[in-house]
Structures are given as structure tokens and as C-alpha cells.
């Protein structure tokens, strides 16, 4: 019988390797950091929707009985991310780091980088009329182009074992986590209630076992406005639920898994 049990264990992932191994291959395309942005686009969601000129993405609705096969072939892929699947992984988000970068770059810039003192400039944006710098605006646009990427890539490699931009509400004092629904979201800022999302955690991409608050591993996407230099996790200021902490540190706490940083041209760090 132990036989028999070590046959189908070998022989289920030999099956789940191949599967990854075809998985058919996307092209690459300080305070300077455009990191900024994404923490304004989350605490203030129409800096950076609006700026994109679009709502908030929502995956487009797949038949019942595909949703359900995908979640379970990813629950069961991945009680445990191999690291051969998470190498495929991160390769595929480094790619979309890139690709954002250089998109936004030719887009609004025509391919040119900022100098140091454009990204510091402070400008009064059309769409949400509200001043931000130019590292602020580029960057909620690269987050854009980096989570639909990635949405797009995970999708092919790990069906129903990731979130995109989830959002957490996690007691530290109780060592409690809950997820916050995107319609309880739009609902409390809507009505003038976001004061009631402070200190919550929405990591860009979480990957999971087909739960969400079951992680195996949280990345979190960092764009430098001057390419050279590498963006650090956020530092939370004093009077902060967190303040003190880092995002990684905080990430880690709630979820209770790594968290990893990802840049353009750099890749995937600690």
C-alpha cells in the first residue's frame, strides 16, 4: 500500500511540473520612489483609478464549473508552492515590472527617464484634480500595467491559488485577520466612511493555497523613479496603527508568510 500511495504522489507531480514547465512564456518588454504612489492609491483609491482613467479591474466572470475545477486543481497543486513553481513565478512578475516601467515611460514620457528633480515636481493632476509629483502619478500608473500583467500571468500558472490586491483587516493586538470585500470597500468610502479601512493591509499580489488567508508567499511591487536606485519596504510613522513597522514586517505578522519586494530591472528581493 506505501508503494502504491508513493506511485500517485510521484506521479501527481510529475503532471503538475510538466504543467508549469509548458506554460508558454510572456515577452519582456530615495524619495524618488514611484512605491509613494501605491500607498496613496490605496488609502485614496481615486488618485489612482481616476489617474488610470478606469474603474477597478475585476476579473472577467468565467463559467461556474471552470471557476470550481481551477480552485481545486490550485488548492491541490499547492498546499505546498515548490520552488520550482514559485521560480516560474517570480520570473513572470519581474517580467511585468519591467514591462510597466517601460510602457508608462514611453506613454507619458516618450521613453525618456525623469531626471531626480522632475520626479519630486508637484503637479496638479487632470483626472482626480488633486496635486501629486510626477513619481506619485507614474507610479500608480506602472502599478497598474504590473497587476494586470500579473493577474493575467498567475491565471496560467496557478488558477484560484493567488489574490490581487486583497484587502486585510488584522488586529495585531488579537493576532486576528479577516478579509475585506471589494463591495464592502467601495461601500465604506462611498459613504464617506473610509476612515473605518485605516490600518488595513492590501498586499499587491498574495499567493495562496486557495484561500486567501492561508499564504504561502506575498509580493509587493516597489518602482523606483530613478531606476538605479532600490525602493525599500514602507516605514510606518509614529502614531500608526503599525507605526514603526515596516510592510514586511506587518505583512509577515498577519499573514504569517514571506513578503517580497518586486522592481523593474532589479527582480524579486527581500
Known amino acids: 500500500m506505501e508503494r502504491i ?10 503532471v503538475f511540473l510538466a504543467a508549469c514547465a509548458g506554460t508558454p512564456e510572456r515577452a519582456s518588454t530615495g524619495r524618488y520612489a514611484f512605491d509613494s504612489a501605491s ?4 488609502h485614496r483609491p481615486e488618485l489612482c483609478v481616476r489617474a488610470a482613467g478606469e474603474e477597478a479591474v475585476i476579473p472577467p466572470v468565467r463559467p461556474i464549473q471552470a471557476m470550481v475545477s481551477a480552485t481545486r486543481t490550485a488548492v491541490a497543486a499547492l498546499r505546498v508552492l515548490d520552488s520550482a513553481t514559485q521560480a516560474i513565478i517570480e520570473e513572470r512578475l519581474k517580467e511585468c515590472a519591467d514591462q510597466a516601467r517601460s510602457s508608462v515611460l514611453i506613454e507619458h514620457l ?4 525623469p531626471t531626480r528633480g522632475e520626479c519630486n515636481e508637484s503637479r496638479i493632476d487632470d483626472a482626480s484634480n488633486r496635486r501629486m509629483t510626477l513619481a506619485m502619478q507614474l507610479g500608480c500608473l506602472m502599478h497598474r500595467v504590473a497587476l494586470d500583467c500579473s493577474e493575467a500571468a498567475l491565471e496560467k500558472i496557478i488558477p484560484g491559488g493567488f489574490s ?3 484587502r486585510y483587516r488584522y488586529d495585531s493586538s488579537r493576532g486576528t485577520l479577516s478579509m475585506v470585500s471589494e463591495e464592502e ?4 468610502l462611498k459613504s464617506g466612511c473610509g476612515e473605518e479601512l485605516k490600518g488595513t493591509l492590501v498586499p499587491d499580489l498574495v499567493i495562496h493555497n486557495g484561500n486567501p488567508l ?4 506575498i509580493y509587493d511591487f516597489k518602482f ?18 503599525y507605526g514603526g513597522m515596516t510592510q514586511k514586517a506587518i505583512y509577515r505578522e498577519a499573514l504569517g508568510a ?7 530591472q532589479w527582480g524579486v528581493l527581500p
Not at 500607498?39 to 490605496?42: E, G, K, T
Not at 516618450?110 to 527617464?113: A, C, I, L, M, S
Not at 523606483?224 to 496603527?241: E, Q, S
Request: charged share 20%; with cysteine.
Open 110 to 113: 516618450g521613453g525618456r527617464v
Open 258 to 264: 514571506p513578503a517580497l519586494r518586486v522592481l523593474p
Open 5 to 14: 500511495w508513493r506511485r500517485l504522489w510521484v506521479t501527481g507531480w510529475t
Open 39 to 42: 500607498n496613496s492609491c490605496r
Open 214 to 217: 492561508d499564504a504561502h508567499v
Open 224 to 241: 523606483p523613479c530613478i531606476a538605479t536606485d532600490v525602493t525599500p519596504w514602507r516605514k510606518y510613522p509614529a502614531g500608526h496603527a
Open 164 to 166: 490581487r490586491e486583497q
Open 185 to 188: 470597500t467601495r461601500g465604506l
